[in-house]
Structures are given as structure tokens and as C-alpha cells.
């Protein structure tokens, strides 16, 4: 309760913030202007005093100067509004599982619109620059950065029948019906012309990327509907683009030739390829510059967002097609750029997308919301209702008609729920609202007229449908999406079967999808890699690359549970007595393979070797003196390895290992001669990175039955020893 | 001679059709493909799979030519290697490859996943003892690593290790001090399969097939 007196206080600020008189608008889009008179006008800056005048005032020990800050105030405020309301909304609880939160937002901005209005205020419109330029593109480049290729490649020729002829399908039945529509007299709309029809079709027709995922993320469906969907959405705005500036530029003049339709081919050709172009060749720069940066990783995240951005301004100046420059950026530099930055790095970019592309989502359905408020409307019964149910009839008939001759060409069909599914989860967004608010009102007297059917289409999608696509999908009982674990047995598997599916391919004679992947991939391997990814892991197979990471994932993730662990020097001897008491309680399970034990043997032992890496680098930075550093370690390790021996010896006698153990005596391979890893050697292999051990020798003691061991830990870059432990341990 | 011949193979297709799950047409493509790489002949053999030149560089190239000449494929109780088939063998390995038919029951589906994996695992199965143990896998994984130039032993052993390690946690929950691993048996198999959905991706498309002329 107390937390909507809140939102409601901050609501009247920000009213109290819009009324003020000053030189600019009302709205927050033309403040800048605003802020621009004022500086032309007077020539003052906010810290200036005022020498003309002479007389003495006395000082001001707290002033009130609100104009200076006034734009960053009001969008400040405006951001932080809408994620309080955000955050307010999920403390309803059973209204989220219900209501897509899309729908939420949108009834929060037309609330706020109300109040707005109310005041007496001219509620700000959702401005379409602002929308281009500042909302929508991390949307986009989250998408696309984090787009799961291998189902998007696979399904390319779907996604691109649905995008392409699907959008113009529906675009021409929608225009062309309505304009029938129109002609009939008693719907007083004899004024809207056939070019403005279509014009109005091809605007919404598209399928909108932000809508789309809004919602679909929310239920959690399977991998091949999801991508259908969203590729779709994402790659019909080369043909919004095209069909929208080919009727605008026309529907003035009042006619299209066939020479310009010919045109409009030839542009699409050029706005989807120029598009995928531009954004390839940034996401080429963007992994070739993010090679480069091994000493400088605290901006490696600004690069890859600077370069996504300037991909997306380069296209919009040539009018190509932004969303898909955007999405081949992403798509393009992501495997290159995981492979050069810091963990640290990839946790940022992850998290800085998200973090954007919340907040742009957040904005666009509040504002959509306060928009309609706040716009002019024209309510007209006839042309709205015929819209909505043209755009439901197109969209099903397109899809149902589309899948019928795909599914000739693909192995696995589609169903009719997939279908359903797909038609059903054609929402109509943002997009379509911004370029309706584009228009200009001397060209297209109905433009209100527009506006207002695109509104309610909009909110029909969003609401309607959205609200009903969870209970339909579990209904109908479509599948989910699959939890993955994505464990080292799965790559091993995937990987095994891909090649196994490519041979079988080329024995079978069959020269498809199978074989271009493969010939891709080893291209990939043998040129690109090598320019764009820094230094030795240019070389490394994908399986290495991938346990690698999976070792480094786990150890950090049990590092940052047990955080609080950290010590300064070494592990400290509480947590080895915990230990080792939990030990003894345990003393009838040992052989068992207790998860609990290896994950607190694994952050033990990563620990350590953390604490070497980092102490190494810290000293690297700041003394440069190796071989002092190396000193210093050594003394240090020599320490906690004294700790360690005890602590593995323990490890090493609960046989945490018991199945490689008994399989390495099954096979024969035991052997008592020196240098032969035994056991423990295979309890740290599994919980360090491959390259980190180095080796494990076995030094014989002949006066004890106890066995003794060294192990050698090397830094892989130069292979110079860290550190040697040497332990024993009585079989 | 020929039209007699016609029609006798004619009755053969769709003998086999229903029996491997293949259509005519599909069947037809695969014949003519099994005469082009045994240059005419009845019978296939390994050496007749050097003709393909993009099998070279697959890594994994011996054990899918092994899998072809291995009777556990073939659908009956044998065991061992042949040294060469025909073609309705080829027929029957190949129709492990085919999409699972949506009209299926679940059962069918349920019975052609199984068999599907059955492949899998004999593949990785070479000495066919029923499991596979540490050596099969780290050979597995040496192959798959041993695309890339740098050869690194230990590096293989390590992850089929690991890999081995996480199956036993997967599959066995409770191990008493004196068992001991063998091997991972079909049924642990199977349950790293649970994940992923062999039928949406152990599949190839059997049309457009390259027949080019047999003499080269």
C-alpha cells in the first residue's frame, strides 16, 4: 500500500516538474530545445553571477535553480517511475502469472496518461526518434547477441518465407480489403485512397520483435516455435522498411508504376543484404578489436556495444534495414569475442544487455500506454473492427497457406498446433505505432484515423492474445522448452553426432545443410579464427574450449556460494577442521560420490589456485618484478601446501574417485613405477582447468608404506613452475 | 530381360519400403547411389567408401564405415563385422536416419528413439561387451580433439574422464565401497540422451541425391 502512495507522489513531481514555466516544451522529447533557447538566449551559464549588476546581494547559502537540470530531471524520474511501478506490479502475486507483464505496463502508462491529463498536462507521445534511435536498438542487440544460431541457420528458409512473403501477404489483403471496405458509402470514409490502404497494411502488418518477445519469454515454449516466431519478426523489417518508403513516397503522388515496383524489389534486395553487410563487417571489427584488448578488460564490454550501435546508425543513413545490421553484428562477433574477454567482461555484456533492453521494454509499453492518451484520436467503428479482423484472417490464412508448401521442403513438418502457435503468436507491437507516428498530417489527412486502429490493434494483440497464448499453449499441450544442463557429455555427444550426420550425408550422396555447415565451420577454424581470436585459443578445439569454460563456470559459481571464505593467505585452519570433522561424521558413506564434498574439495583447491593468479596479477600491475613476486609466492604456497597436503591426503583416502580409480585397475593400467597419476590425479583434473596441472609424480618411499606425491602446478603461458606440493598419503 | 528385371525390383522396393520405412522413391535414389559407389556391383566393401573424398576429413570417418559393416545394425540377433553387404543392408543402416514420422504412435516413436540410440552406442562400443568403458570414451574424445593441430593426449584422457565421472553420478546414485564402474551400459545411455531429442536431430534428408556417372 505504502509503496503506491510512493508511485503516486513521484507521479505528482513529476507533473511539478512538467509545469514549470520555463523557455521549454512540455513534453520531454523537446526539452533539449528547450534547454538549447535558453542557452542561446541569455548566454549564461547556471554559474555565472550576474556582474552587470553591482549591488550587493547577500550570498545564498541554499539556492533553487531547477532550469539547468531539467531535461536529465524529468527523464531521470521518468525512468526510475516506470521501474518503480514495474517492481510494485510484481508485488501483486498472482496478477504476473496471469497478465503478461506487457499488458501490465500498458495499463500502468495509460493510467499515468489519466493522471497526466487530469492535471491538466499534455501527456508526453511517444516521440519516434527518441523510439528509433534510443529504445529500440538494445532490444535488438540483446536479441541478437544472445540469438541461438544453429536452430536460426537451420530454419533460415522458413523464418524467410514466413518474413518476406508472409509480411506482403498480409500487407495486400489488409490494404487491398480495407480499401474495398472503404469504398462502401455508408462508412463515411470515402476519403482514404488505395495507396493509403496499403500504405496503413503494410504498417500493420509486421510482426513486432519487442511484443513478440515480451510475451513468448514468459512462457517458456519450445526452442524451433520460438525461433520461428522471432526470426520472423526480426527479419520482416526489411520489408517494413521497403514497402513503408516505397508507399509513402508514392501514396502523395497517387500512383505506382511497374517500373517502381520493380524498384521496390531491387530495394529490398539491397536494404536486407546492405543491412546483414554493414553489421557483419562491424561484428568483424568489433571481434578483431576486442583481440586486442588482453591488457585494457575493463572496456572490452564498451566496444562491443559501441560497435553494435554505429552498425545500426550506419544502416539507418543509408536507409538499409537497422534491426537486421544489428542482429548480424551480434550474431556475428558473439562466438569471437567470448572466446577473447575476461569472464568478468562476458558477465558485464550479459548483464548490461539485459539491464538496457528491460529498461528500453519497460519504456516502450509505458509510453505506449501515455500515447494513447494523449493522441489525437479518430474513432471509427467500421475501419476499426474490419482491421483487427482482416489482420487475424490475413495472418491465419498466410500462415496456414505458408506452411502448406514449407512443409514440402522440410523434414521435420510443421503441425497444425505448430501453425496455430505461429499464427497465433503474431502480436503487433511498438513499431507499427512509430511508424504510423511518423507520418505526416499534410500528406495523410486520416492519419488520426490510422493512429487510432493502430492503437487498438495493438492492445488487441497484446491483451487478447497475449493473455490467452499461455493457457492455449498448455492446453494444447505444446512442448516446452528443454531445461539444458549442457553437461560435457552432451557436447561430447552433439559433437559426435554432428560428424556422424555429416558422414552419413556425404555417403548418402547428399550435398545439403549438413555438409555446408561442416565446410563452414572448418573454414571457420582454419582462417577466421586465427585473425580474430587472441593468442593460443585461436587453436583450441571446441571441446577443450568448452570444458575449459564449464570448469571455470563451476569453480567460480562454488567460489561465490562459499564467498565468504576468501582468506588472505591460504585457507584457514577452521574451515579445514569443519572439514574435516564433516569428514569423519561421514566415515560410512565415503565411497559414495558425494556432490556436497567434491564441490567443497573443487573450491578448496580452485582457491588457491585463484589466489595464486590473482596475487600474480596484482603484483604484475603494480611491481613488475617477476622474479621478487615469484619469491613472495613461493613462500606463500609453500605454506598453504603444507595446509593442502593434509586436507588431500584426506580427499585422496575418501576415494572421491572410486569409479575412475577401480575403472583404471580394471583396464590394467596401474602401474607402481614413478610418474604414473594415480587417483588424486584425476580428483583435480576434474575440478582444474586442463592446463593448470602440469604434473603428478609418484616419489617412492621406501622407508614408509605411505605413498608420496608431488604435484606440479605450471602457468600454462610460459610454463613456469607456481608452485609444488608435495603430499603423502597411507593407502 | 529388363522389363522382367524392372518389375522384379519393382516388388523388391516395396517389399523393402515397409520394411525399412522408406518410400519407393527414396528407395530408388538410395539404389542407384549404393551402384554408384560399388561401381556397378552387388556388394558393398570398405574400400569402396574411399571414393568419397568428404569423408576423409571427418574425423570420425572409421567408426561410421565400421558402423556399416556391423551386424548388431542389422536389425537381427548378429554379432561381429561382415566384410561386405548388400544393399539391403545399407538399406537398414541408413533407415536409422530417417525423421521420425509425426503419424507414429507413441510407442513406435518410443521404439525407433531406442533403436536410433542403439546405433549411437554401438558406435561407441567397439570391443561390444555391452558397455562402454574408459578406453572406448577417450578414444572417442581423442578422435573429436584430434582435428586440430596441437595433439594433446592429456588433455583427452582429462575430459573423457570427466565425462565418465559424470555419468556414473548421473546414473548411479548409490555405490557401495566394493562396486566398481565398468562401464557405461545402454541404460545410462539412454539417460544422457533424456535430454535431448534424438528424433528432432538424428536425421538426413534422402533426396537430391548425387549420382553422378560411374566413370570418372
Redesign the interface.
Known amino acids: 500500500m505504502c509503496r503506491w502512495q510512493w508511485d503516486v507522489g513521484l507521479v505528482i513531481l513529476l507533473l511539478m516538474s512538467n509545469a514549470r514555466p520555463a523557455c521549454g516544451g512540455g513534453t520531454a522529447a523537446d526539452a533539449l530545445n528547450g534547454t538549447q533557447r535558453q542557452w542561446n538566449g541569455t548566454e549564461r551559464t547556471p554559474f555565472q553571477h550576474d556582474h552587470a549588476n553591482n549591488s550587493k546581494k547577500t550570498f545564498p547559502v541554499l539556492s533553487f535553480n531547477y532550469d539547468h537540470v531539467r531535461t536529465h530531471f524529468q527523464i531521470s524520474l521518468w525512468i526510475l517511475l516506470a521501474f518503480l511501478m514495474k517492481l510494485g506490479l510484481q508485488l501483486i502475486p498472482r496478477l504476473s502469472s496471469i497478465v503478461p507483464e506487457s499488458c501490465l505496463l500498458i495499463v500502468v502508462g495509460l493510467l499515468v496518461g489519466l493522471v497526466i491529463q487530469v492535471v491538466g498536462e499534455e501527456p508526453p507521445v511517444l516521440d519516434s526518434e527518441f523510439f528509433f534511435l534510443c529504445l529500440l536498438p538494445p532490444i535488438i542487440l540483446d536479441a541478437g547477441y544472445f540469438l541461438p544460431l544453429r536452430p536460426f541457420m537451420e530454419n533460415l528458409g522458413t523464418i524467410l518465407m514466413f518474413a518476406v512473403l508472409g509480411t506482403l501477404w498480409n500487407a495486400f489483403f489488409v490494404g487491398g480489403l480495407l480499401y474495398g471496405v472503404c469504398q462502401v458509402d455508408s462508412a463515411h470514409l470515402a476519403g482514404v485512397d488505395l495507396l493509403a490502404c496499403l500504405l496503413f497494411g503494410s504498417m500493420v502488418s509486421a510482426v513486432d520483435p519487442v511484443a513478440v518477445l515480451a510475451v513468448f519469454e514468459e512462457i517458456h515454449i519450445n526452442e524451433?516455435l520460438f525461433i520461428l516466431v522471432f526470426g520472423e519478426s526480426l527479419l520482416n523489417d526489411a520489408v517494413t522498411v521497403v514497402l513503408y518508403h516505397l508507399l509513402e513516397e508514392y501514396a502523395g503522388v497517387g500512383s505506382v508504376s511497374a517500373q517502381d515496383v520493380g524498384l521496390g524489389v531491387l530495394s529490398f534486395l539491397v536494404v536486407s543484404l546492405g543491412g546483414v553487410l554493414v553489421g557483419a563487417i562491424f561484428g568483424v571489427m568489433a571481434a578483431f578489436t576486442s583481440r586486442f584488448t588482453l591488457h585494457n578488460r575493463v572496456i572490452e564490454p564498451l566496444f562491443v556495444f559501441l560497435y553494435s550501435y554505429m552498425a545500426y546508425l550506419s544502416a539507418e543513413v543509408f536507409h538499409l534495414s537497422g534491426i537486421m545490421a544489428l542482429i548480424a553484428c551480434g550474431a556475428t562477433m558473439h562466438p569471437y569475442v567470448e572466446a577473447n574477454v575476461s569472464h568478468k567482461s562476458h558477465t558485464t555484456i550479459k548483464y548490461f544487455l539485459k539491464m538496457w533492453s528491460s529498461v528500453s521494454e519497460t519504456l516502450i509499453f509505458i509510453f505506449l500506454g501515455v500515447s494513447t492518451v494523449a493522441g489525437p484520436h479518430l474513432w471509427n467503428w467500421t475501419f476499426v473492427t474490419v482491421t483487427i479482423l482482416l489482420c487475424l484472417v490475413a495472418r491465419v490464412l498466410g500462415v496456414v497457406g505458408l506452411t502448406f508448401i514449407i512443409n514440402k521442403f522440410r523434414?521435420?513438418?510443421l503441425?497444425t498446433k505448430d501453425q496455430f502457435i505461429v499464427a497465433y503468436g503474431g502480436l503487433r507491437g511498438a513499431i507499427a505505432f512509430s511508424l504510423g507516428f511518423l507520418l505526416k498530417k499534410e500528406h495523410f489527412p486520416m492519419r488520426n484515423l490510422f493512429l487510432t486502429a493502430i492503437i487498438t490493434l495493438i492492445f488487441f494483440t497484446v491483451f487478447v492474445q497475449g493473455m490467452t497464448i499461455r493457457p492455449l499453449v498448455d492446453l494444447l499441450a505444446v512442448k516446452r522448452k528443454?531445461?539444458?544442463?549442457h553437461?560435457?557429455?552432451?557436447e561430447?555427444?552433439?559433437?559426435?553426432?554432428d560428424?556422424?550426420?555429416?558422414?552419413?550425408?556425404?555417403?548418402?550422396?547428399?550435398?545439403?545443410?549438413?555438409?555446408w555447415r561442416d565446410k563452414l565451420t572448418?573454414l571457420d577454424?582454419q582462417y577466421v579464427k586465427k585473425w580474430l581470436i587472441a593468442g593460443e585459443r585461436s587453436?583450441?578445439?571446441q571441446?577443450?574450449a568448452f570444458?575449459r569454460t564449464l570448469a571455470v563456470n563451476q569453480a567460480l559459481e562454488l567460489l561465490e556460494s562459499g564467498g565468504d571464505m576468501l582468506p588472505s593467505a591460504g585457507p584457514s585452519t577452521n574451515s579445514l577442521e569443519t572439514l574435516k570433522s564433516k569428514i569423519q561424521e561421514n566415515d560410512q558413506s565415503?565411497?559414495?560420490?558425494s556432490?556436497q564434498r567434491k564441490e567443497e574439495i573443487r573450491r578448496i583447491l580452485r582457491m588457491t589456485l585463484q589466489n595464486t593468479e590473482q596475487k600474480l596479477h596484482s603484483y604484475s600491475q603494480h611491481t613488475q618484478d617477476e622474479a621478487w613476486t615469484l619469491q613472495i609466492l613461493h613462500r606463500k604456497q609453500a605454506e598453504m601446501g603444507r595446509k593442502i597436503s593434509i586436507f588431500l591426503a584426506d580427499a585422496a583416502k575418501l576415494q572421491v574417485?572410486?569409479?575412475?580409480?577401480?575403472?583404471?585397475?580394471?583396464?590394467g593400467e596401474l602401474r607402481e613405477t614413478a610418474s604414473s597419476p594415480l587417483t588424486v590425479d584425476?580428483c583435480i583434473?576434474?575440478f582444474f582447468e586442463?592446463?593448470h596441472i602440469f604434473n603428478i609424480e609418484k616419489i617412492p618411499l621406501r622407508t614408509t608404506n605411505q605413498k608420496c606425491y608431488k604435484m606440479t602446478l605450471c602457468k600454462p603461458s610460459n610454463d613456469k613452475i607456481v608452485s609444488q606440493f608435495i603430499y603423502t598419503h597411507s593407502v | 530381360m529388363g522389363a522382367f528385371q524392372s518389375v522384379h525390383q519393382e516388388d523388391n522396393y516395396e517389399d523393402l519400403a515397409t520394411r525399412t520405412g522408406f518410400s519407393p522413391e527414396q528407395i530408388r535414389n538410395l539404389h542407384r547411389r549404393f551402384k554408384h559407389l560399388t561401381k556397378n556391383g552387388d556388394k558393398l566393401r570398405r574400400d569402396h567408401f574411399r571414393v568419397i573424398s568428404d569423408l576423409e576429413l571427418n574425423p570420425i570417418q572409421s567408426q561410421i564405415i565400421e558402423a556399416f559393416f556391423d551386424k548388431r545394425n542389422f536389425q537381427g540377433n548378429g554379432r561381429g563385422t561382415v566384410s561386405e553387404i548388400g544393399f539391403e543392408e545399407f538399406l537398414i543402416v541408413m533407415s536409422y536416419f530417417l525423421p521420425t514420422d509425426p503419424n507414429l504412435t507413441a510407442e513406435e516413436r518410443e521404439s525407433f528413439r531406442q533403436r536410433k540410440l542403439h546405433f549411437l552406442f554401438n558406435m561407441y562400443d567397439t570391443d561390444d561387451d555391452g558397455k562402454i568403458t574408459v578406453q572406448e570414451y577417450r578414444h572417442v574424445v581423442q578422435v573429436l580433439i584430434s582435428q586440430s593441430d596441437n595433439l594433446d593426449q592429456e588433455e583427452a584422457k582429462e575430459i573423457a574422464d570427466a565425462a565418465m565421472l559424470e555419468v556414473a553420478s548421473l546414473a548411479v546414485v548409490h555405490m557401495a565401497p566394493d562396486e566398481f564402474y565398468e562401464g557405461i551400459t545402454f541404460e545410462h545411455f539412454v539417460k544422457i540422451w533424456k535430454g535431448i531429442e534424438i528424433e528432432m536431430k538424428m536425421h538426413v534428408r534422402f533426396s537430391h541425391l548425387e549420382t553422378t556417372s560411374i566413370c570418372k
Open positions: 524451433l523434414v521435420i513438418k503441425t528443454q531445461g539444458s544442463k553437461s560435457i557429455n552432451e561430447i555427444h552433439t559433437q559426435v553426432l560428424h556422424l550426420l555429416t558422414g552419413v550425408a556425404h555417403v548418402c550422396g547428399q550435398y545439403g545443410h549438413h555438409h572448418r577454424k587453436e583450441e578445439p571441446l577443450i570444458y565415503l565411497a559414495r560420490i556432490k574417485s572410486p569409479v575412475q580409480r577401480r575403472a583404471r585397475l580394471a583396464s584425476q583434473s576434474t586442463p592446463r
